[in-house]
């Protein structure tokens, strides 16, 4: 089957980094995306990596390694608007997107 | 960059009732559009996939007939939930791709459901 796996919750210090895992066992790899999510809002786009090594934007970062089917997501200078479910989606052959359970970070001042 | 709108925000209505949910792309033409729900605290749930001008592919456990999905137009598509029951209250969001070569959704903000 499906799987992508990520912690359930984490919490950071305003200021500090933070680094959320996701792992996937997926049919196939057509990308791996990263979205937030605020309570109560829909998902917004965060990144996307469908080939290995690290994409910087701004704040955040993605990272992919698709031989360890390994991503994650690193938040730098973390804020208190930054807490907020993350997650993570891989796009499968039939490019159909599959969404992990998500990751609900607190941040704490 | 791409918008996504939805219509209503929020609605309550009584059991029994139906609800129509509108999802519009507003900045460019949609050729897929998601429908998907999300219980408090749970991950997002893929309820089915529609193409501009063809019927709907449900996920396995969502009845067709209960959930009617529409999509006339590459800008718009619509979720009717039929003879809804409180078990219906959610939070509905829709998606839409077409613009990026990778299939990026861009998501409306989402309706909020609840049956009394």
């Known amino acids: 089957g499906q799987n992508i796996d990520q912690p359930t919750e984490m919490t950071a210090t305003e200021g500090a980094i933070v680094q959320i895992n996701c792992t996937y066992q997926t049919s196939g790899f057509n990308g791996l995306f990263w979205y937030q999510q605020h309570a109560g809002e829909a998902p917004t786009f965060l990144s996307y990596?469908?080939l290995d090594g690290l994409e910087e934007k701004g704040r955040f970062s993605s990272f992919l390694s698709r031989s360890k089917g390994y991503s994650y997501l690193l938040l730098k200078e973390l804020q208190m608007k930054d807490s907020a479910s993350y997650l993570c989606?891989?796009?499968?052959?039939?490019?159909?997107?599959?969404w992990g359970a998500g990751t609900k970070l607190i941040i704490k001042p | 960059g791409a918008v996504v709108s939805q219509h209503p925000s929020w609605v309550i209505c009584k059991s029994g009732t139906s609800v129509k949910i509108e999802c519009r792309s507003l900045d460019f033409q949609a050729t897929t559009m998601f429908w998907y729900r999300q219980f408090p605290k749970q991950s997002l749930m893929l309820m089915a996939t529609?193409?501009?001008?063809?019927?709907?592919?449900?996920e396995q456990g969502v009845e067709k007939d209960k959930f009617l999905i529409n999509h006339a137009s590459l800008t718009l598509s619509t979720l009717t939930v039929t003879s809804a029951h409180p078990e219906d209250s959610s939070f509905y969001i829709c998606?839409?791709?077409?613009?990026?070569?990778?299939?990026?959704?861009?998501f409306g903000p989402g309706t909020r459901l609840t049956v009394l």
């Open positions: 998606s839409a791709s077409g613009m990026e070569d990778y299939n990026e959704q861009f």
């Open positions: 990596n469908v």
């Open positions: 529609s193409n501009e001008g063809s019927k709907a592919t449900y």
């Open positions: 989606a891989v796009l499968d052959s039939n490019y159909q997107l599959i």
